[in-house]
T-cell receptor, first 116, second 109 residues
Framework: SQTIHQWPATLVQPVGSPLSLECTVE??????LYWYRQAAGRGLQLLFY??????ISSEVPQNLSASRPQDRQFILSSKKLLLSDSGFYLC???????????????FGPGTRLTVL | EDQVTQSPEALRLQEGESSSLNCSYT??????LFWYRQDPGKGPEFLFT???AGEEKEKERLKATLTKKESFLHITAPKPEDSATYLC??????????FGPGTSLSVIP
């Protein structure tokens, strides 16, 4: 089974500061990777997904960006944080198994970001 | 517009009191429906995948069912440790995953 690591677990940053959240995956190769944001009491909002190294698709235009420098590494970044960037950020992975079969996503422990 | 809704928003049960959570969806083609459990401050934990209407999956006190318009998560004789937020998600025919807002379940001893 796969394991997803995220760090840091919590982060408090001032408005206008940069951001870098990291996600690494163990136990699978060539996964699809995802960044989600979860606001309090709300569902998960997909931010970015990647089907391979250097391949990033953005779902929501905003001041965040993502990169995938290695097969099992996914990074979420921002040059200048906004108050509205506060939330719970989750990295998820879908293993490549049977072609054409919708596979479940496995989630990391999340990063709680507070922008002040 | 593709949409996933869940009801109720919150549910409070006595230990041993069975009930069901609902996930309704309106999407352009269903490729799969997923149920997750999420504890406070943690990432969602995968429970079930359902692929077609009529399918059922069970795990301990949980049973998930699927129709063409909705899915139910039945909880039989719940225990306090079943308290969590339960999320459903739908994968559409064009490979988009849409999450519902979740149902917060509290089981009181």
């Amino acid at each position: 089974s796969q394991t997803i690591h995220q760090w840091p677990a919590t982060l408090v940053q001032p408005v206008g500061s940069p951001l870098s959240l990291e996600c690494t995956v163990e136990g699978t190769s060539n996964p699809n990777l995802y960044w989600y944001r979860q606001a309090a009491g709300r569902g998960l909002q997909l931010l970015f997904y990647s089907v391979g190294i250097g391949q990033i698709s953005s779902e929501v235009p905003q001041n965040l960006s993502a990169s995938r420098p290695q097969d099992r590494q996914f990074i979420l970044s921002s040059k200048k944080l906004l108050l509205s960037d506060s939330g719970f950020y989750l990295c998820a992975s879908t293993p490549r198994r049977l072609a054409g079969v919708p596979n479940e996503q496995f989630f990391g422990p999340g990063t709680r970001l507070t922008v002040l | 517009e593709d949409q996933v809704t869940q009801s109720p928003e919150a549910l409070r049960l006595q230990e041993g009191e069975s009930s069901s959570l609902n996930c309704s969806y309106t999407v352009s083609g269903l490729r799969g429906l997923f149920w997750y459990r999420q504890d406070p401050g943690k990432g969602p934990e995968f429970l079930f995948t359902l692929y077609s209407a009529g399918e059922e999956k069970e795990k301990e006190r949980l049973k998930a069912t699927l129709t063409k318009k909705e899915s139910f998560l039945h909880i039989t004789a719940p225990k306090p440790e079943d308290s969590a937020t339960y999320l459903c998600a739908v994968k559409t025919s064009y490979d988009k995953v849409i999450f519902g807002p979740g149902t917060s379940l509290s089981v009181i001893p």
